[in-house]
């Protein structure tokens, strides 16, 4: 006792671990938490009260493994997808990390690389080292768009094993083209994960790329309840693609890897999607309303088709998000200079954001 503890780099860990550091966002009991891109509204109690008893009758058989195929969930992930999506077409896990994990397990590893379009999702290239495999970081337009000749030429050149395309894109919230990703796949021999973690916060009448999936066999729709499903705490993610890309998932994954538990109060929640799903107007409008009152102050919002805006034209980020957090608003330094990402919360959230932000300009 009191002695000093190793280094992490005293240990025999695996050469290309060394120097990486692990995700994390700032996590502090602030009165208003947009850091995250969480669901800010919570669950309905009706609908809490539904998966409770779910949860409940799971118990009984608690001293049981799970349902090692998770089938009723699979179903119900498939009826609520829609596009013709069958039972076999679908895979799921605690959370989309590790959905895209197995992907990587399965399809990437040691000798082989991981693509995508940078800025993107942060987790990319984390999940890709940890699994053994190399990450190229592409390039997106000055707005953060992906044009689709520049995109299949920076694929071909890199002749990726798997290639990320988070569409909306995290942490920029830019749409990207069913042509951009139809072209993408054909540039490439190798697997292509669609990451529609925000699908949800869409316009109603913009295509998913799982209307793709037909005849294309390296195609992946990944997808996750924790955005509009207001499920971050339950973590449950899920995919869609060829039932044979299933198969080769139930290689890398770990034995009942989704507990009793998890699988019964996700499919309560999906039994109540519309009721689940009908704060994301709400969402999308506060999301909105940020858009157009920072652009009215002086900032510039990109377009999103996310929970989240982010804005450039910040002079100094850091200031301005110890300046929030001072008033008790918690939100994102992605990383882009000049440029903070907020979540969309409620219409009191917005509101807090909102006047702190402009009490910082008004006394700078």
């Known amino acids: 006792m009191g002695e000093v503890s190793i280094r992490l780099d005293d240990l025999p860990l695996r050469d290309h671990l060394r120097g990486m550091t692990p995700y994390g966002a700032p996590q502090a009991a602030l009165p208003v938490a947009l850091n995250v891109n969480e669901n800010t509204h919570p669950v309905p109690q009706d609908v809490a009260d539904d998966i409770l008893d779910a949860v409940a009758l799971a118990l009984r058989d608690v ?10 969930l699979r179903e119900g992930f498939a009826e609520y997808l829609g596009y013709g999506v069958t039972r076999e077409q679908i895979w799921a896990a605690n959370g989309s990390n590790e959905v895209l994990q197995h992907v990587l397990q399965a ?54 094993d798997v290639v990320f395309l988070c569409s909306p894109n995290n942490p920029t919230g830019t749409p ?34 799982l209307a793709l999936l037909p ?18 705490g339950a973590r ?19 034995p009942y ?9 996700a499919s309560a929640a999906l039994r109540h ?52 957090y001072d008033h008790g608003v ?7 200079p000049h440029h903070l990402r907020v979540t969309a919360g409620t219409e009191q959230e917005t509101t807090a954001f909102l006047d702190a932000l402009a009490s910082l300009d008004s006394s700078s």
């Open 63 to 72: 001293n049981r493994y799970p349902d090692r195929e998770f089938t009723a």
């Open 107 to 160: 399809f990437g590893g040691p000798g082989r690389t991981a693509f995508g379009f940078a800025p993107t999702y942060s987790m990319y290239p984390l999940l890709t080292r940890a699994t053994g495999a190399e990450w190229i970081a592409g390039t997106r337009g000055p707005d953060f768009s992906v044009e689709v000749d520049d995109a299949t030429r920076q694929v071909e050149e890199a002749a990726p």
């Open 176 to 209: 990207m083209s069913l042509e951009a990703i139809a072209a993408i796949y054909d540039a490439t021999d190798g697997i292509v994960v669609v990451d529609e973690a925000y699908q949800e916060f869409a316009p109603h009448d913009a295509g998913s790329a």
């Open 215 to 232: 005849g294309r066999e390296r195609m992946v729709v990944s997808r996750t309840m924790s955005k509009a499903f207001a499920f971050a």
């Open 236 to 254: 449950v993610g899920y995919l869609a693609a060829d039932p044979a890309l299933i198969d080769a998932l139930r290689l890398v994954r770990l």
């Open 257 to 265: 890897h989704l507990s009793a538990l998890t699988q019964a109060a």
């Open 273 to 324: 999607s519309h009721t689940m799903l009908a704060m994301v107007d709400e969402i999308v409008a506060q999301r909105d309303r940020m858009s157009a009152t920072l652009d009215a102050i002086g900032y510039d919002p990109y377009e999103s088709w996310t929970n989240f805006v982010l804005f450039g034209g910040v002079d100094d980020p850091a200031a301005t998000w110890q300046g929030l």
């Open 330 to 336: 918690l939100i994102r330094d992605v990383g882009i």
